[in-house]
């Protein structure tokens, strides 16, 4: 993966949540468990449970809060941010089309 | 949501990192796009653009206008195609060929662009260009476009016998009359009262073909000097075209030569 495709990845995942094209529930509808616990490094797993442990609870925002858009970008597959993307504009109405 | 300011920062983001080109952003947002969306002043801004930048491309169309407002104006399932279609290459997938947005968000038609000209050469390896031979509403056959010029040239050289005349060359004595504005009358020869012609001799100068090459469209009667018998005809004259030469006793020399008026060069009446 090139940084650049990275850092795209991560700005418009980040757009996407600032301007509430997709939440952070939408997100890990396709991050789902499995997928980050099969791509996130193990000291970012450590983090976002001791992030959870530590608020009595892990809710979708928390994880996003030390799962960062540019985290995301950097360790999980693009396609699933990307479908993440599409399926959002789709419900916009954007597009009738959900790219997988 | 705001899925305009969305896409503003994918679109503006994948510019920056050159995941995406202008170019890609104009395959979408075409001229026919950007003429039903774009509101006219930022038309006049493209325009204006153009017209003082020595090279057009999709570079200058999407700074000039700029990616909010296109955002802003076109519709929005064409700024999605533009982004999916960036988002796809980023991923390694075919890009699809461009959707055709025949109708706005309006339902107004868009119109097609114009067929490209086809200048791909033919069988005979030419490329196609019209030939226009007489006057323009002249009905061409169906392939008078591939037929060579050659083939039209001798078409027009078959023809001239079938008229049974050579092209019409100006002989040397053609030029046998002045311009009325010369004042030749004024000089004592009456209208009426013309100049014995002598006979010509039968042995003319031959017309030089490439010195009245340009004159061949000034048609003259046909004035063979060249046959041996012209001049053993009889010419009918008119009376009126005799001189009387009793009463013409002024003018005491008869002028035998080809309207040689040498002898008048000096004399003013």
Same mark, same amino acid.
């Given at each position: %993966?090139? =940084? ?11 757009? *996407? ?8 529930? =939408? ?6 468990? =499995? &997928? #980050? ?6 000291? #970012? ?7 959870? #442990?530590?608020? *009595?609870? %892990? ?7 030390? &799962?960062?858009?540019?985290? #995301? ?19 916009? *109405?954007?597009?009738? &089309?959900? &790219?997988? | ?14 510019? $920056? ?22 509101? +006219? ?43 999916? $279609? ?17 109708? /706005? ?48 040239? !001798? ?15 100006? !002989? ?9 504005? /010369? ?10 009262? +013309? ?6 001799? /039968? !042995? ?62 000096? +004399?003013?009446?």
């Amino acid at each position: %993966m090139s =940084d650049q495709r990275k850092e795209w990845f991560a700005k418009v995942v980040e757009s *996407g949540l600032k301007n509430q094209i997709f939440n952070p529930a =939408d997100v890990l509808a396709h991050a789902t468990p =499995d &997928v #980050l616990a099969n791509h996130l490094p193990p000291e #970012l797993l450590s983090k976002v449970l001791t992030a959870s #442990l530590a608020a *009595g609870s %892990m809710t979708p925002e928390r994880v996003l809060e030390t &799962v960062t858009p540019e985290l #995301l970008a950097a360790h999980l597959p693009h396609e699933v941010l990307w479908s993440c993307i599409a399926a959002a504009a789709a419900r916009a *109405g954007v597009t009738n &089309v959900v &790219v997988s | 949501m705001n899925i305009k300011a969305f896409f503003v920062d994918a679109l503006t983001s994948a510019l $920056d990192l050159n995941i995406g080109t202008p170019e890609d952003v104009l395959r979408h947002v075409t001229p026919d796009v950007l003429s039903v969306s774009l509101p +006219r002043p930022l038309w006049a801004r493209l325009l204006t653009a153009c017209l003082g930048s020595p090279r057009v491309d999709a570079r200058l169309v999407v700074d000039t206008i700029g990616i909010p407002n296109l955002c802003e104006h076109v519709p929005t399932s064409i700024i999605w195609a533009c982004f999916a $279609d960036m988002a796809a290459r980023a991923l390694g997938k075919e890009v699809a060929a461009p959707t055709r947005h025949d109708k /706005t968000a309006s339902g107004r038609a868009i119109l097609a662009p114009p067929p490209d000209i086809n200048n791909a050469p033919t069988a005979t390896g030419a490329p196609v260009a019209p030939v226009s031979v007489g006057t323009s509403a002249a009905p061409q056959s169906p392939d008078a476009g591939t037929q060579p010029l050659q083939d039209l040239i !001798s078409e027009l050289e078959q023809d001239e016998p079938r008229t049974g005349r050579p092209p019409p060359l100006r !002989s040397p004595t053609a030029q046998r009359f002045r311009q009325s504005n /010369t004042s030749v009358g004024a000089r004592g020869l009456g209208a009426s009262a +013309r100049r014995p012609q002598a006979p010509a001799p /039968t !042995s003319l100068p031959r017309p030089t073909p490439g010195r009245h090459s340009n004159t061949e469209s000034e048609v003259e009667p046909q004035t063979s000097v060249e046959t041996a018998d012209w001049g053993q005809k009889e010419i009918a004259v008119d009376d009126s075209q005799l001189v009387d030469w009793q009463t013409d006793v002024g003018s005491a020399s008869a002028i035998t030569g080809d309207d040689d008026f040498s002898d008048l060069g000096g +004399r003013k009446r």
